[in-house]
């Protein structure tokens, strides 16, 4: 017998079996039910030709399931005649949901139900006008730019939206953000709902992304259209990730790096394989302003960011990882980001996750919260809570919040995360003990003399905050925790001028080594006055901490120069900050600014004994001096001097207070904006906190150092007054203090 070729063979079998399976029915089934409405102007009653009229929620289904869909009678689809009328016809009887666009109006979702006799429930669909926003890319002179950005739109208010163009029944790609790559820097958002929203332009180069700038609070009204035209940020700064070893080596697999502003995405952070369709992959990429894919190289560089916090992920799609990063003005910084290999797949598909649920004003213990989650999500999946929280008491944001949002806020305020325990069951759990390692070093005076009795204290590099003891945290961080200033983490050198902390988080650090010699004792750096002699050591930058490393970091003298200041304190609580970069406002501003990048090139400081302090062991150069005078009513001094190799300058800082013998009156350059804003403030009404939200403020006034730090993150922010002239937030806040203080100075005269 002549025996067939393999593949003829193969070709043949599969046409019988092709052919043995042929439905017999050529024509779909048929469904009764109807569905027909018109479409109408919400205001003027004028019907809409040319509206979308759809039915069906199909989650990411979409492609070559809709005529699946259309022959269950769960999808069909018209436009709106002249009249406004449309019908949908082949539908399955029973409740649908209806989905209506049109590129001028507000999509408009409803649950309809269709009959076989739809004249008993002809619809009348009123759309409401939409608004838009025309973004263009600018330079720094206002010239439109015509190369390729990444822009993105996000809903302040959190509503969710499906952006025009896409397909309007898969419900599982709304979101807050709507992400376009517009080729020439220019775009219009068209069918927004009324509401505030920001727009945010990405320039992308290879392996590095500029950001170019923000409109961080566009308002957008019915019917009407917002110009939104972004310059260059002009921040300076420079965010850093490393892909690890495993992603760079293979290229073939395709790996993202995201930026996101909802530190609560953290919570889905793990190292499983995710199936590509898991919502939590989505939850995390929907909620991102920053997108990029890369497929080789090992470093990726993100320019220009606003400063503040952020999560950072990156990794395939599949296994996105996690990690936090602080982002500073004119600083840079490389994400702590430690990407595992995944070694397990997850199992648990959080699908329903989106559910609403409208919490009570009222404490939960951990149990509770399983227990409502558990209901909401119909045991899909289960939640229980780990033996050792379960009977913990946590406040939740009350209202109405999706139930992704409701585990979010537990992460932020607990860091408890979701556990998978089997298929279908979760566990809410703490998070296991941080790792922790040594950092070891010695403190070395001239001639490689070891120094004993020098306090060695440590900051975080990205910042420059000095860390807590207890919790390890940057002071900005652990006064939320109720932590001191004199806990801040210090180590003591022994008599061959070793020091070792024993017990730091992974990361990168600066070390700053400084004694009191005339001092018997150190009650810690900021806990007393030491003493008025003041001596610095040296400094160790850019220390990294990580595990199976074990960093010997030698602190070196800096220098011979010295500076003497007589301050008129009448207490022990000033507090003296030396550096090599300025402040970065008016002394006016306080705390506000200390940060960036003087607290990054800090050389040391302390409490100054009744306001006198003698400093040695300075570099040559330009110095940078800020003061901080606790008393009833604080008051902040900042100047510039020289240092000379060998020689003694002496200072005196006036400070900026309301004493009545405090510093009163600007600078130079800024006593033309003082007299302007003087007027708005006492001849025109001008409220200083509503009239910086007018132009996009928002303030933080939670605490002292929550408000003091995101004025500083946006001083050199630029604001127009209502005279016209333009000016930084920065300058404009300086001014309206010097108001105020003048205000004080004639209330105490007409006393």
Known sequence: MRLQHPVTWFLSIAVILAASARPHAAEPPQHPGRIIGTVVHADSGEPISGAYVGIGDFGDAGGSNLERFRQQGNYATSKTNENGRFELTGVALGEHPLVVTHGEFVRYDKTVVAREDPAEADLRIEMNPAGKINFTMVDAEDKHLLRQVRVCLEALDGHRFIPPGKQPHLSAFASAFWRETVPQGAFSFTELAPGEYRVDAVDVRGSWTFYHGNAPRVKVKAGQAREVRIKPAGHHNAVTTEVPAPLADQPQMGSMLLFSRNLGLLAWSDDKMHHPEDPRLGRIMQNAFVVMSFRHGRNYTVKDLPPGTYAVFAGPPVCLQGAEVEVVAEGEVTTDLVWQEPKTAATVMLSRLDRRVQLPAEEHTAADLCELLSTKTESQPHFKADPMIQDARLSLPTGESSLWEVLEAVYLDKGWKIQEESRNAVVLAPPPPPQRYALKGRVLAQGDTPVAGAAVVLFEQSSGMPLTKRAMRTLTEAHRLRAAMDDLAHVLTDQQGRFCFEKVPPGEYRLIAQSWPEAESIKGIMEQANGERLHLHGIAEHVKVSAGATPEVVLLPLGTGALRLDEDAGNDWTVLALSKAPTR?????????????????????????????TVTGLPAGKLHIALFCNDNRPGFG???????????????????????????????????LFEEVKTL?????????????????????????????????????????????????????????YVRLHQLDKKREEE
Not at 587 to 603: E, I
Not at 644 to 667: C, F, K, M, N, Q
């Open 638 to 672: 900042a100047a510039e001097v020289e240092i000379r190799p060998g020689e003694t300058t002496e200072l005196y800082i006036p400070i900026v207070a309301d004493w009545s013998d405090g510093h009163h009156d600007p600078p130079k350059r800024l006593l033309p």
């Open 585 to 613: 406002a008016d002394p006016a501003l306080g705390f506000a600014g200390w940060g960036g990048r003087f607290m990054q090139n800090l050389l040391g400081g302390h409490r100054m004994p009744m306001g006198k302090t």
């Open 681 to 737: 403030m006492l001849e025109e009404d001008l409220t200083v906190i509503p009239f910086i939200e007018s132009q996009g403020v928002h303030l933080q006034r939670k605490s002292p150092f929550e408000y003091w730090g995101e004025l500083g993150q946006n001083l050199s922010r630029e604001i127009e007054l209502p005279t016209g002239r333009k000016t930084t937030l920065g300058d404009f806040m300086a001014v309206a203090a």
